[in-house]
């Protein structure tokens, strides 16, 4: 089945700054590549999504690009603000579609 | 729509306790997960359900059951609470498109078992 590796598990940065959050696949035949931000107390949420017949997706400030050959992709977020901190998980479909797997997660902290 | 509708919010079971743990949905979704997720720690499928009738199991289905009488609920229940399901849970749905759609979360129930 399909495994999801997230880098890093903790990300700090200065307000304004940017951030990158990379994830690792490992089933060639997936095709669909969503981001979530969980922030305290709730579940996640979609903040953007990729499939992979695209390279790139941009929505404001927020990025996401896929290496279908690599088997990577990486959420961007740029001119970071504080209501940005928050846990990000990247995920994929494991083999049949039925089921997303999940990334372990990256918590962002953005300092005033 | 009101989403993915999770009760309780918050609950205490001592070990042995049971208790269901209640999720519905109001945007006619097929597919319905159970998730968990342990403090600093990712999200692990518990049991999933592609529609009314058909429940198969995730990750981690050891202590729970569910069943899916209807499009909107999927309960999960637990039968012998125990320490090791302290956690926070998390019910999604899903529509399901021919290159998969994205997961929509209830705010999760909030679980310690003394």
């Known amino acids: 089945g399909e495994n999801v590796e997230q880098h890093p598990s903790t990300l700090s940065v200065q307000e304004g700054d940017s951030a990158v959050i990379k994830c690792t696949y490992s089933?060639?035949?997936?095709?669909?590549f969503p981001w979530y931000k969980q922030e305290l107390g709730k579940g996640p949420q979609l903040i953007i999504d990729i499939r992979s017949n695209v390279g790139e997706k941009k929505d404001q400030r927020i990025a996401v690009t896929l290496n279908k050959t690599a088997k990577h992709f990486s959420l961007h977020i740029t001119e970071t603000q504080p209501e940005d901190s928050a846990v990000y998980f990247c995920a994929a479909p494991d083999t049949g579609g039925f089921k997303t797997i999940f990334g372990a997660g990256t918590r962002l902290f953005v300092k005033a | 729509n009101a989403g993915v509708t999770q009760t309780p919010k918050f609950r205490i079971l001592k070990i042995g306790q049971s208790m269901t743990l209640q999720c519905t949905q109001d945007?006619?979704?097929?597919?319905m997960y159970w998730y968990r997720q342990d403090p600093g720690m990712g999200l692990k499928l518990i049991y999933y359900s592609v529609g009314a009738g058909i429940t198969d199991k995730g990750e981690v289905p050891n202590g729970y059951n569910v069943s899916r009488s209807t499009t909107e609920d999927f309960p999960l229940r637990l039968e012998l609470a125990a320490p090791s399901q302290t956690s926070v849970y998390f019910c999604?749905?899903?529509?399901?498109?021919?290159?998969?759609?994205?997961?929509?979360f209830g705010n999760g129930t909030r679980l310690t078992v003394t």
């Open positions: 999604a749905s899903s529509y399901p498109g021919t290159d998969n759609s994205p997961l929509h």
């Open positions: 945007m006619n979704h097929n597919y």
């Open positions: 089933d060639s035949a997936s095709n669909y």
